[in-house]
C-alpha cells in the first residue's frame, strides 16, 4: 500500500505547500467575517487548497475564527482542509476505485452544508461572540505567517510531512493489522449481511465512533477505510468512516481547550450528525445513479500489493527525487524552531542566546523563547542554530 500511494502523497503536498505559500492568510480572514452562504462557500474552496494535515486545520480555523472569521466558516474551512484535498482523493482512487474519490468530494460538500445549516441555527451572533473570546483567551499556539518562493514551498511541505508522517504511518500499519484480523470481528463491529436500509443505518452510525477510537486522521485512515470495504460494510459507511478525521479524542480535548465544554459538546454532536446525514446522502445518491461499485475486492489485493516495476514505480521514484530535493533544501536554508518544532528560513526573527543565534517562525515563538531560553536552547542547540557568534 505504501508503494501504490507514495507519489500521491508527494504530489498532494507539494501542492498544499504551493498554494500555502502563494495565498495570504491575512486576506483570507478578512473574506470569512460573514455568515452568508458566500463566505461558507469561499471558506470551503479555500479550505479544499490549504493542509491536509486535521492538526493543522484546527489550528487554522481556530485562528480564523478568532481573528473575525465567523464560526460558520471557520468550520467549513476546517472540514474542506481535511475531506476535499487533492491527495485525498488520489490516494482513494488507487486504492478502492474513482467512484469512492467522488463520493468524498461530493459528500463533503454535502457535509459542510449541513455543518453550516446546524451551526447557523443552534448558535446565534451572541453567543459565537462569547466562544471567540473563549478561543482568544485560549493559549493554543499559533499559526505560521505565510511566505514566497521556494524556499518557502520546501518549508512548507517539510512541515506538512513532519506534522502527518506518523497519521500516515499508523495508519498503514492499522490497515496491515486489520487485513489480517477474521470476519467475524467486522461482523461484530459492522452489520455486514442484513437487509437494507438496517445495513446502511447501522454502518454509517458506528464507523465514525470507531475511526475516532482508532485515532487515525486525515489520509491515515484511508487505507483503513479501503480494508473496511473489502470486509464488507456499506459504502455509506465506508465515507462515514472518512468523514470522521476530525472526531478522534486528541482532536476534541483541543476542541474543549480552545471553546471551551459546553460548546464543545455541541460542536461534537453537530459534527456527528452532520457525518451521519452526509454519508447516508451520498449512499443514496449514488445509489440512484448506479455508481455504487458492485464489486469489492479482496483484503488481500488491497494489503499484499506486489512491488513490482510499472508506472507506479517510475512515479514513486520521480517523487522521491522531489521529496529529497525539497527537505535538501530545507537544511541547506533553514534552521529548527525550538519552541515549535517547525523547519524556518533564518530570517529576521531571531534571538541570540549564549552565543548561539535561534530562528523562528513568528513573534510568539520568539516571546516564549526569551521568557525561558534555557528551557528551549539546552534542547535544540546544534538543531536549530547558526553557531554563529553575536553581540546583538
Not at 475564527?65 to 474542506?80: I, P
Not at 445509489?287 to 514513486?316: H, K
Amino acid at each position: 500500500m505504501t508503494w501504490e500511494i507514495w507519489w500521491a502523497l508527494v504530489l498532494g503536498f507539494l501542492i498544499s505547500a504551493i498554494v500555502q505559500a502563494s495565498v495570504p492568510r491575512e486576506r483570507l480572514q478578512r473574506a470569512l467575517g460573514g455568515r452568508g452562504g458566500r463566505e461558507a462557500a469561499l471558506a470551503t474552496g479555500l479550505g479544499a487548497a490549504s493542509s491536509s494535515c486535521s492538526y493543522a486545520a484546527i489550528a487554522i480555523a481556530k485562528t480564523l475564527f478568532e481573528k473575525g472569521a465567523s464560526l460558520a466558516s471557520a468550520m467549513a474551512f476546517q472540514f474542506a482542509s481535511t475531506n476535499l484535498v487533492f491527495e485525498l482523493g488520489v490516494v482513494l482512487w488507487l486504492l478502492i476505485g474513482w467512484q469512492f474519490t467522488l463520493a468524498e468530494y461530493v459528500g463533503g460538500l454535502i457535509l459542510i452544508a449541513v455543518l453550516w445549516i446546524a451551526l447557523r441555527a443552534a448558535v446565534d451572533r451572541r453567543r459565537e461572540e462569547r466562544v471567540r473570546e473563549h478561543a482568544a483567551a485560549a493559549a493554543t499556539g499559533h499559526v505560521h505567517p505565510t511566505a514566497s518562493g521556494l524556499t518557502a514551498v520546501a518549508h512548507n511541505f517539510r512541515n506538512d510531512w513532519q506534522m502527518l508522517w506518523k497519521e500516515i504511518v499508523i495508519g498503514l500499519l492499522i490497515a496491515g493489522y486489520v487485513a489480517t484480523l477474521p470476519h467475524r470481528v467486522f461482523d461484530w463491529l459492522f452489520v455486514t449481511n442484513a437487509p437494507q436500509p438496517w445495513q446502511l443505518i447501522e454502518n454509517v452510525l458506528v464507523a465514525p465512533v470507531v475511526a475516532a477510537l482508532a485515532f487515525v486522521c486525515s489520509i491515515g485512515n484511508v487505507p483503513v477505510a479501503a480494508v473496511l470495504w473489502a470486509s464488507g460494510i456499506s459504502f455509506g459507511g465506508v465515507i462515514a468512516f472518512l468523514f470522521a478525521d476530525l472526531l478522534i479524542p486528541p482532536i476534541v480535548v483541543y476542541y474543549r481547550r480552545v471553546y471551551g465544554r459546553r460548546f464543545t459538546t455541541l460542536l461534537v454532536a453537530v459534527m456527528y450528525g452532520a457525518i451521519v446525514a452526509a454519508a447516508l446522502a451520498v449512499d443514496g445518491l449514488f445509489s440512484a445513479f448506479g455508481l455504487i461499485p458492485s464489486d469489492r475486492p479482496s483484503v488481500e489485493s488491497i494489503a499484499e500489493r506486489p512491488v513490482t516495476w510499472n508506472y507506479t514505480s517510475v512515479l514513486d521514484l520521480a517523487a522521491a527525487v522531489v521529496f529529497i530535493g525539497l527537505f535538501a533544501l530545507t537544511l541547506r536554508r533553514g534552521a529548527r524552531d525550538p519552541v515549535c518544532g517547525m523547519t524556518v528560513e533564518r530570517g529576521p526573527i531571531r534571538s541570540v542566546h549564549d552565543g548561539t543565534t535561534f530562528y523562528f517562525c513568528c513573534e510568539g515563538c520568539k516571546g516564549r523563547f526569551d521568557a525561558e531560553p534555557e528551557a528551549f536552547s539546552s534542547r535544540s542547540r546544534g538543531a536549530a542554530s547558526d553557531h554563529s557568534m553575536s553581540h546583538g
